[in-house]
DNA sequence: TCATCTGTATCATGTATATAATACAATTAT
DNA sequence: ATAATTGTATTATATACATGATACAGATGA
């Protein structure tokens, strides 16, 4: 369990994008244990009241459900989840589509130059 | 001249992103002169002294050039402008691809989505 | 049984950001 | 000439975030 963390955003916002990528990608299964507080605190490095912060916000958004002195699980509600992939998908065109707008090139011009770039990335997933 | 801020970004970088954006589609030309300080504060609501970290930035970065007591001016530099436009692109792509890719899809797939939301998005423009 | 783990909660401290209130020298416009 | 505008600079205050240090009740494992 690894997180390259930037600067500038908030720690637990990275967090919590960690998580929700992994369960986009299938990576984290429904109903599947998450790590303690403490745990994942001590592995990424960081106070273990940033990692409550970002659990607690991915509780308000029920993509994780706690019993007391439990360990949190990710949810099994289907809804929630095909919703957070819809969003997740839907937002990374978004940002992509508003970033293109004001360069003067076309789809068609960019297709070729996104799969140069997704096949470079491929080696470097390992 | 208007701006839509995000409570989650420093608003300097805010303002920088929303210049570079302009220099990048060709709205703003070489050699343009830029707002005053205090005049952009007051248009976008925001403090001078916010303007003027972000037209520092912006300086130190050799986007913008100043010479004393006189209005800030867009580069001229060729090299400066040609590499904010190959930056421009290549963050667009990569942000793009990495959001990508935890989900089980391909550009083949992607292509269609991205031309509806391209198109919907131009009639939003105006 | 008892030590250890769980989630949850509080308080103090330091840093980055945004704002507000000024100030000053040099240029520009009237 | 002089009033207004330019960039630049400083100081103080408030807020969000991250950290560190604790604390407590309930569940778990030896």
Redesign the pocket.
């Known amino acids: 369990m690894t997180v390259s963390f930037n600067k500038r955003d908030?720690?637990?916002?990275q967090v919590m994008h960690y998580f929700k990528r992994l369960i986009v990608s299938g990576e984290l299964l429904p109903g599947e244990e998450?790590p303690?507080?403490?745990?994942l605190a001590n592995e990424l490095k960081?106070?273990?009241?940033?990692v409550?912060?970002a659990?607690?916000e991915m509780?308000e958004q029920r993509l994780i459900h706690?019993e007391?002195?439990?360990?949190?699980r990710i949810t099994e509600d289907p809804v929630v989840l095909e919703q957070l992939k819809n969003e997740w998908l839907k937002q990374a065109m978004t940002t992509f589509i508003s970033a293109i707008q004001p360069l003067d090139i076309s789809l068609n011009e960019l297709v070729p130059l996104l799969e140069e770039k997704m096949k470079t990335r491929k080696k470097d997933d390992k």
């Open positions: 908030p720690i637990y916002l998450m303690s507080r403490r745990q960081i106070n273990p009241n940033t409550q912060r659990y607690s509780e706690t007391p002195n439990r360990p949190s």
